[in-house]
């Protein structure tokens, strides 16, 4: 399969807003090329440091821009639309905000080459010493021991679990997990999570997602592990505003649901969580940054959710609750 690279070249205050609406049309993952990167590293007195890499010193002069990466398929293409509707009438909007030129560029990339580029930064390692995650194609220089392997192999949908909000979400998937739970793992991406679920003890996992190429490779990592659709099924559609995919989903039947997206996205689709949770069900949620834990916590508290832990790695934070109601 091939993928669009859409690049929109903006200012660093453009940045946060064209973000914002890429979020509002389901674009969650995104690349970031600016010039205050390089600054922030350069004047952090927290960090201790004689040489750094010379393609982070080239974004001191670089042209603000965006990238993100969509499938080259009917949906993608759909996707692609959005964002030059977007973009054009952020052009002809009137605002005392400079951003830039606005202007959006494509390139098609094949999927192997693409992934090749990344491939040899991706590593075999260790959550919580419990869970070795490794992708398909590299071999374990030590033997597994106590530890369950984890393979995986993410595609364009991301999610190899390097990222501390899934490394966040992983370790209270270990910590919560009892034997014969069902699970529903909403955005479920490369498929990390519920995989995860699964081999920790969970009977049954369903994955939802708005991308239906995450869908599949989600369903093909499954089966790097021998995870087939006895235990693991994924649905693609927007759970929050289709009801027959809730109704496919099912209602009052999990005990436990993990989302790791975001602050914005988790609390609009928060309103969902009580319909699939039995009483007493977790939520697992992670991939919000500091400034959002208030919001998130009062948004839960207000649907009938207890607050049992939160957790943070860096700048990001996991919160774990008890529906109560």
């Known amino acids: 399969m091939n993928w669009i690279e859409v690049s929109i070249y903006t200012t660093t205050d453009g940045i946060e807003i064209i973000n914002g609406a890429l979020l509002k049309i389901g674009i969650n993952d995104a690349v970031?090329?600016?010039?205050?990167?390089?600054?922030d590293f350069?004047?952090?007195?927290?960090?201790?440091?004689?040489?750094?890499?010379?393609?982070?010193?080239?974004?001191?002069?670089?042209?603000?821009?965006?990238?993100?990466?969509?499938?080259?398929?009917?949906?993608g293409r759909e996707k692609l639309k959005e964002v030059h509707k977007f973009?054009?009438?952020?052009?002809?909007?009137?605002s005392d905000i400079d951003?830039?030129?606005?202007?959006?560029?494509?390139?098609?990339?094949?999927?192997?080459?693409?992934?090749?580029?990344?491939?040899?930064y991706f590593k075999p390692f260790i959550v919580a010493d419990k869970i070795i995650i490794k992708p398909s194609w590299e071999k374990l220089t030590e033997p597994a021991e106590d530890k369950t392997v984890l393979e995986i192999d993410?595609?364009?949908?991301?999610?190899?679990?390097?990222?501390?909000?899934?490394?966040?979400c992983i370790e209270q998937i270990i910590k919560y997990m009892k034997s014969g739970m069902e699970v529903l793992d909403m955005g479920c991406g490369s498929g990390i999570l519920s995989i995860a679920s699964v081999l920790l003890g969970a009977n049954k996992v369903t994955g939802v997602d708005i991308d239906e190429n995450a869908a599949r490779i989600a369903m093909e990592n499954a089966a790097l592990n021998n995870i087939y659709e006895d235990r693991f099924t994924v649905y693609c559609g927007d759970v929050t505003e289709n009801k027959e995919l809730q109704d496919a989903v099912g209602y009052n039947k999990?005990?436990?649901?993990?989302?790791?997206?975001?602050?914005?996205?988790?609390?609009?689709?928060?309103?969902?969580?009580?319909?699939?949770?039995?009483?007493?069900?977790?939520?697992?949620?992670?991939?919000?940054?500091?400034?959002?834990?208030?919001?998130?916590?009062d948004n839960f508290e207000a649907l009938g959710f207890e607050i049992l832990e939160i957790n943070n790695s860096e700048e990001w934070v996991s919160i774990t609750a008890r529906y109560n109601r």
């Open 32 to 39: 970031i090329e600016d010039a205050s990167v390089f600054e």
């Open 42 to 75: 350069l004047h952090n007195d927290t960090l201790n440091w004689d040489y750094y890499d010379e393609e982070l010193a080239k974004l001191k002069d670089c042209e603000s821009c965006i990238k993100v990466y969509l499938a080259d398929n009917s949906q």
């Open 87 to 94: 973009i054009d009438n952020l052009k002809n909007e009137k």
């Open 99 to 120: 951003l830039g030129r606005l202007e959006l560029k494509t390139k098609v990339l094949n999927d192997e080459d693409w992934a090749n580029n990344w491939k040899q």
């Open 154 to 168: 993410p595609g364009m949908s991301f999610g190899t679990g390097q990222h501390h909000t899934t490394r966040l």
């Open 254 to 297: 999990y005990d436990m649901i993990a989302v790791n997206i975001i602050a914005q996205i988790i609390m609009g689709m928060s309103f969902t969580f009580p319909k699939f949770l039995k009483k007493g069900g977790l939520v697992i949620a992670s991939g919000i940054i500091k400034k959002y834990v208030d919001d998130v916590v």
